[in-house]
């Protein structure tokens, strides 16, 4: 069995996002760090944890198909701005000065996927399954 890039890339992504929901999720004041209390913030963290978590369960269902071009653009084009707005954000966060080794891996981790799903959505080269 061929592995495609856009399978490699969805697992990954799925993986990714699943651990990243499941920690907003179920621990929510580590997801925030510390120095966040109250509330909201707490909500706000399990509720992007949950928006994580469908992501992670749409990218894991889907690759298997043929993703990229034409094919299954709804899913490349969903997480292509995921990854692009969230990466953006963190950028603009660590050039300010903000240089803390989880908040630099995690942009790094960002970036990588935004160009991946940049590359699967624009790219030219057609779409092997396997």
Do not use: C
């Amino acid at each position: 069995m061929k592995l495609s890039n856009s399978r490699i890339l969805l697992f990954f992504s799925a993986l990714f996002m699943a651990t990243l929901g499941l920690i907003a999720t179920f621990a929510p004041e580590k997801f925030l760090g510390p120095g966040a209390i109250g509330f909201m913030p707490t909500l706000v963290a399990q509720v992007a944890g949950a928006l994580y978590l469908g992501f992670a369960i749409l990218n894991w269902m889907a690759k298997d198909n043929a993703i990229g071009g034409i094919y299954s653009r709804p899913v490349a084009l969903g997480n292509l701005l995921h990854f692009f707005a969230v990466a953006m954000a963190l950028v603009r966060l660590v050039s300010a000065g903000d240089h803390q080794g989880i908040l630099l891996m995690i942009t790094l981790i960002y970036v990588v996927f935004a160009a991946g799903f940049g590359l699967l959505v624009f790219g030219k080269s057609p779409v092997q399954l396997r």
